[in-house]
Each structure stands twice: as structure tokens, then as C-alpha cells.
């Protein structure tokens, strides 16, 4: 049951293979099971889970059949869920019941989709590995000792493990894309302002972007229909019409025009990396398309320049948790000043306190024009890169990023090595467009990402493009050893 | 770029974060090793190039100035550390 799509499963709760309250113990049961191991759901909703399984499937056996009606799926534990801990993978906010819910989970929910619980991540989406969690670190389910990536990375490992049908992430610099390579699914980043913010708590504000991670793209679709869309409440959100996504799916791919970036290919790339970005773009040149190579000659700069926008804008999003309204307060404080050093000091973690100096020093007087100001203006730089190459090209390939899943601990102690992990995927938050990553050949036995990265608002010619490929080879349903 | 001990005892007060003298070296070292990373940015030349704030160069949108929230301070109010009759309690700033 756990391998099946969304629409497959759809089916059998339609035609009575069984109803979404046994779909639901049954995916409760495999949390229950394995998450000890992988640690990839924060809190788990199991009595509210089968209240809504119930309720869907009254509304089934009434003859409704909206696609993920009674369906289970999982939150990233940054979307905030009435009456729900919602904890953001952070000490701060332990305690944190959300009093609302986000705009996406209010949507799933009409949707009639079934919550199980909320998933582990990065502190506030602040890293690449899942090891910045107050909860401790995810395991992938492909290799336990390797991190699933990050910041979504409980998704991942959720929806890679069949701990849920599929799940919602999100990704700043590249937080939905890089785990799905690492854990072997499929995930999708929409254009800036088409899934709204409203309440998904803030990290970088011009960045961030909810979106699904899935186990195909068809799912993607899916899952992608219920959460875009214009909402007034987020005052970035993009009042642009949703397309029918699904409706995209079995359009031919004759002609297409592939840009494959040079500076993504070859220079610091592992070899059997780019052994399988090749043999998936082969596989797209038989469907008919073609591949031309362009240049994205700012490429290098996206690492230092995300590295001051992220920064900064998180300094000023995280001056909220002051100790006072809500969250972690320090016993005992002596002052004021007191009360607001050692309540923040206490309650984030090691990478969080050095984004927020970094982003303090980046914003503080003198030093704006040197940082805030120059990346704003590489960024329109970066920006213009895509903007040409889209003149010539109708979708980007490349890689997800530049290795397979790296050991837990690997990396943590060194913070630049961890950020240069996603060089190809935070030009794409930069710039603002939508971006996908989808299963290609295995390295090593540990999945690799094919990186896509579309034009302004063309997630549906995405979802096409990354079903097409899904369609002629199975390296999207592979399952990891153990939780098949 | 290196930062001294003093310069992150400066932006840590600026942040209200509280860094403790076990800590400051590793953070200086860490806050150095990533403003290093970050002044690549000097290579480019961004002479006439105008910032970019929005992804997709949008105006903020404006609404109607009317009130569209309930009053729901008992609520937020229980999310709170520390409140008294709708006030939330802080550590005495006025002698």
C-alpha cells in the first residue's frame, strides 16, 4: 500500500479496496515502526489522523472524489497547524502551539487530506543535512549513517520511506530539491509567490517557497493543484490563474530545447554524477528533445550572495522570538536586555545564532552598501543569466547538487563546506524561479537528483517534462532496503 | 575578512543574542570563515546595475485600511510566557 501514488491510491478508496481510515493505520503503523530509526516525524497526530480518515471517507462513500480526499500526507513542521505543535525544529518554539493554521494547511485540509503529523527539519530551515534540528538528526532511509539533506529533510526521509503518501517542504536556497535528490523522490520549488507564505514561518522572506515532495511527478501534480494559488493574506503572493496541472502531463517532448548549463557540468562535479545527469539527458534526447548548451556566467556568485540575503532577512524575520509573546523564555532574567539575550541565546541553535550575526553585521550601519546592497545587485546579475537563457531554451538541466548524501557529521563542523553544497540550487531562489529535482541512475547505491529548473509560472511544463522521464525509466521507483 | 573577539561581542549584543566567553572563539573563527566566503561577491562588477528587493520586480499590493482581525488576545495571550490581565509580563524597566 505504502509504494502506491496518490491516484492510485485515490482509486482504491474509491472503488472500496478499503477505506482512508485503513489506509491511515496503516501508514501510522509503519511511523510507529520506523520512525525510532529515522527520526523523520517531530510529532505525530495519530487521534486527529483517523478523525479525518473517518470524515473522508463519509465524504468518499458520497460519492465525492477530490483527488486526495483521504489521503495521508505530512507537514514540514514550519507550517503552522491549529491546535498542533509546531515547533520549526527549534528549542524556541518547544512549546509552540500554532493558534491558526498556514494558508496551505487550511487548504489540504478542505482538500480532505489526512494529516499524520509534522516533520523534522533544519532549526527555522537554516541547513543542508537535517542536523541543525533541536529534535536531532534524520536518517536516510537509503543508508542510515548519511543524512536524507536539508532543511526538508524529515519529508524526505518520510515520503522516501513510505511514512506518508507524500508531504509538503519548503526551500529557500534549495531545502525541498536537495533532499529529494538525496533520499530519491521527486520535489518541486513553484515560482516565488505561488504557494502562499501565510503562515509558514518566515526565514528569508524573498526566498522562501512551499512546495510538494513526492514520490512522482504525478503526484507533484497532485499535490501542487491543492496549494497554489492567490492569497490576499500573504502581501507577495502572486495573483496569477493556476493552470490544471495534471491536464499538462501527457504533452509530447518533441522539440523541446534542454539548456544545459556548462558551469554545471564538468569543474567540481563528482564523475558518476554527471555520469547520470548525462544518461538521463540521453534518455530526453530519444523523447525527441534537444540539448543546447548555454552559460549562466554567475553561477559562482550565488553561494556569497544568498549568503548575505538569506542572512540578513533572517535577522530581521527572527527578531520576533524575544521571549515575551511566545516561545522559550530564560529563567531568572535579571533585565530586559537580560531576558532577550539569554532567551534567544538559549533557545536557537549553533547555525541560527550565526546566520543572525551574520545578517546583524551585513544590515549594520556602514556596512550595507558592501553587502545588502552588492548582493541585491548580483542578484539582479544572476537573475539576467536565466532571463537570457530562457530566450534560447525551454526548460535547465543539471544536477541537484554536487554529491550524493554525505555522512551525519561530515560536514557539521565546517559551515562554508556545508553551504557550497548548494551551489546549484540557490541561484534558482535568487532568482525566483521554479525548480524541481527528480530520481536519476544511482551512484554508489545512494540516489542522485536531475535537477530542472523552468521559467517564471511554468511548473506545468516541469511536471510534464519530469513525468515524461518517469514514464520511460523507473529510476523513480526504486525503494530503499528494509522499508519496501 | 577576520573578525576580532570584540566585533562579535558588538554584533552579538546588536542581535540580542547571548554568547557565552566559551563560545566566542569558534563563533569568531565560524563569522570570519563565512564573511570570507561572502566578499567573492567583490569579483563582480556591479557598476549601473540596479538591486534587485523583488523576485519578480512586483509593487507591494495595498488593501482597504479597515479592520479585518477578531480580537483574540486570550488566545495569543495563552501561547505567553508570562501575562496579567491582558499585559505581558516583562522584568521591571522603570524604577
Known amino acids: ?37 529515522l527520526n523523520s516525524y517531530i510529532t505525530v497526530c495519530e487521534e486527529s489522523a483517523l478523525q479525518s480518515a473517518e470524515i473522508a471517507d ?53 482538500s480532505g487530506a489526512v494529516m499524520l503529523g509534522k516533520t523534522n527539519m533544519d532549526e527555522f530551515a537554516m541547513g543542508s543535512s537535517n542536523e541543525n534540528s533541536y529534535y ?103 495573483d496569477q490563474p493556476v493552470p490544471d496541472y495534471m491536464a499538462g502531463l501527457g504533452n509530447d517532448l518533441s522539440g523541446l530545447r534542454i539548456g544545459v548549463p ?9 564523475a558518476d554524477i554527471e555520469a547520470s545527469i548525462q544518461l538521463a539527458l540521453a534518455e530526453y534526447t530519444r523523447m525527441g528533445a534537444e540539448l543546447v548548451e548555454i552559460s549562466l556566467p554567475n553561477t559562482q556568485l550565488g553561494v556569497p550572495t544568498y549568503y548575505v540575503v538569506a542572512p540578513a532577512e ?47 553585521y551585513a544590515l549594520s550601519a556602514g556596512y550595507y552598501d558592501a553587502y545588502y546592497l552588492k548582493a541585491q545587485k548580483i542578484r539582479h546579475l544572476i537573475s539576467d543569466d536565466f532571463r537570457e537563457a530562457f530566450k534560447k531554451v525551454d526548460v535547465i538541466m543539471g544536477p541537484t547538487a554536487p554529491s550524493t548524501a554525505f555522512g551525519i557529521g561530515e560536514k557539521s563542523d565546517d559551515p562554508v563546506t556545508m553551504y557550497l553544497s548548494d551551489i546549484y540550487t540557490i541561484a534558482v531562489n535568487l532568482a525566483g524561479l521554479p525548480g524541481m529535482s527528480i530520481p536519476v541512475k544511482p551512484v554508489g547505491g545512494m540516489p542522485v537528483g536531475l535537477q530542472l529548473i523552468g521559467n517564471y509560472f511554468e511548473e506545468a511544463k516541469l511536471l510534464n517534462v519530469a513525468h515524461r522521464l518517469q514514464q520511460e525509466t523507473d529510476w523513480h521507483s526504486a525503494t530503499p532496503a528494509g522499508f519496501e | 575578512m577576520s573578525l576580532e573577539r570584540s566585533d562579535v561581542e558588538k554584533i552579538a549584543h546588536l542581535a540580542r543574542l547571548a554568547v557565552s566567553d566559551d563560545e566566542l572563539e569558534a563563533v569568531t573563527s565560524d563569522l570570519s570563515n563565512i564573511l570570507n566566503l561572502v566578499e567573492q561577491m567583490e569579483t563582480a562588477d556591479t557598476e549601473g546595475v540596479e538591486p534587485m528587493a523583488h523576485p519578480l520586480h512586483m509593487t507591494q499590493r495595498l488593501r482597504e485600511d479597515e479592520a479585518t482581525e477578531q480580537d483574540q488576545r486570550n488566545l495569543f495571550q495563552s501561547l505567553a510566557p508570562l501575562t496579567d490581565e491582558g499585559l505581558y509580563l516583562v522584568p521591571r524597566v522603570i524604577e
Open chain 1, 1 to 37: 500500500m505504502h509504494n502506491k501514488t496518490i491516484s492510485e491510491l485515490a482509486l482504491g478508496l474509491r472503488v472500496g479496496d478499503f477505506t482512508s481510515v485503513e489506509l491511515t493505520r496503516s501508514y501510522l503503523d509503519r511511523v510507529s515502526k520506523f520512525n525510532n530509526e
Open chain 1, 314 to 360: 533572517c535577522s530581521s524575520n527572527l527578531s520576533r522570538f524575544d521571549g515575551v509573546r511566545y516561545g522559550y523564555r530564560c529563567s531568572d532574567p535579571k533585565d530586559l536586555e537580560d531576558l532577550y539575550k539569554r532567551s534567544r541565546g538559549e533557545g536557537f541553535g549553533p547555525e541560527v545564532k550565526r546566520r543572525i550575526m551574520i545578517g546583524t
Open chain 1, 58 to 110: 463519509r465524504r468518499i462513500r458520497a460519492g465525492e472524489a477530490e483527488p486526495l480526499l483521504g489521503i495521508p500526507i505530512a507537514h514540514k513542521d514550519i507550517f503552522c497547524t491549529e491546535g498542533v505543535k509546531t515547533s520549526c525544529g527549534s528549542k524556541m518554539l518547544d512549546n509552540f502551539i500554532a493558534p491558526y493554521d498556514a494558508h496551505v494547511v487550511s487548504l489540504f485540509n478542505q
Open chain 1, 262 to 270: 556548462k558551469e554545471y557540468l564538468g569543474g567540481g562535479l563528482d
Open chain 1, 136 to 238: 536531532g538528526p534524520v536518517h536516510n532511509p537509503w543508508k542510515l549513517e548519511a543524512v536524507p539533506g536539508g532543511s526538508s529533510g524529515g519529508s524526505a526521509s518520510a515520503v522516501a520511506a513510505g511514512l506518508c503518501v507524500a508531504a509538503t517542504g519548503t526551500d529557500t536556497g534549495g531545502s525541498i530539491r536537495q533532499p529529494a535528490a538525496f533520499c530519491g523522490i521527486t520535489g518541486l520549488k513553484p515560482t516565488y509567490g505561488r504557494v502562499s507564505r501565510y503562515g509558514m514561518i518566515a526565514f528569508a522572506s524573498s526566498l522562501d517557497q512551499g512546495g510538494p515532495m513526492t514520490r512522482t511527478a504525478e503526484d507533484a501534480a497532485a499535490m501542487l493543484q491543492v496549494m497554489a494559488g492567490f492569497d490576499p493574506r500573504d502581501s507577495t503572493s502572486a
